[in-house]
């Protein structure tokens, strides 16, 4: 199956830097996410983002399908932001989500 | 978006017993899937839940031991029978609206087993 490698596994930030998270696949998609796990376990959606570039506030993403990876960025982090980041994929229309092992992000105030 | 609701959000449960999670969604989908995250873990999933016929597991999950129920397209089940501390875990309903254009997981319900 496919495999989803992310990096980097922990990452702990001062309030107000910036960051950048990657996803690395190892096959063609259908579908890209990012979701935010917050501390009491709820995922949260992010970013559809099969190609291109998506922003929404602080957070942008870009996927570059040919090369078969995708970028997180965070700026002027905050507290709020700490918690899991999983990048999932899908190879097919319909099919299931194969999440990688997801970067634990940390904003000390 | 989608609403999905689970039940129970939060339990503990004697080892050996057996526990039924909830799961419901506010419009009708065709896909619905059940995932477990252990402990400092990611996501794996356990299963596809299909309306009117049995559940599709992944490799390592058997029906024995999660059978799923899905009587309609709005409301699915999973049960965790037989648990020990090993199936101390999040489990998390997720549905499929756009036919894999996005999908959205429901709170989670966290199990721990002792």
């Known amino acids: 199956g496919i495999q989803v490698e992310q990096s980097p596994p922990d990452l702990i930030l001062q309030e107000g830097a910036n960051s950048t998270l990657r996803c690395n696949f190892s096959d063609s998609v259908n579908n890209l996410q990012w979701f935010h796990q917050n501390p009491w376990g709820q995922l949260i959606n992010l970013f559809y983002?099969?190609?291109g570039t998506k922003q929404n506030g602080r957070l942008s993403a870009t996927t570059v399908a040919t090369e078969r990876y995708s970028l997180l960025y965070i700026s002027s982090s905050q507290t709020t932001d700490s918690g899991v980041y999983f990048c999932a994929v899908t190879r097919a229309s319909g099919s299931r989500l194969t999440f990688g092992e997801g970067t634990q992000l940390t904003v000390n105030p | 978006s989608a609403v999905i609701s689970q039940k129970p959000s939060r339990d503990i449960c004697q080892r050996g017993t057996s526990l039924t999670i909830q799961c419901q969604v506010d419009s009708q989908v065709t896909m619905m899937f059940w995932y477990r995250q252990q402990p400092g873990q990611s996501l794996t999933l356990i299963a596809t839940a299909n309306q009117g016929s049995e559940a599709t597991y992944e490799s390592g999950f058997v029906i024995d031991k999660f059978p799923i129920s899905r009587p309609n397209l709005t409301f699915s089940t999973l049960t965790v029978s037989n648990m020990s501390p090993e199936d101390s875990s999040i489990y998390l309903c997720?549905?499929?609206?756009?036919?894999?254009?996005?999908?959205?997981f429901g709170e989670g319900s966290w199990l721990t087993v002792v």
């Open positions: 983002i099969p190609s």
């Open positions: 997720s549905v499929d609206y756009s036919g894999g254009n996005t999908i959205y």
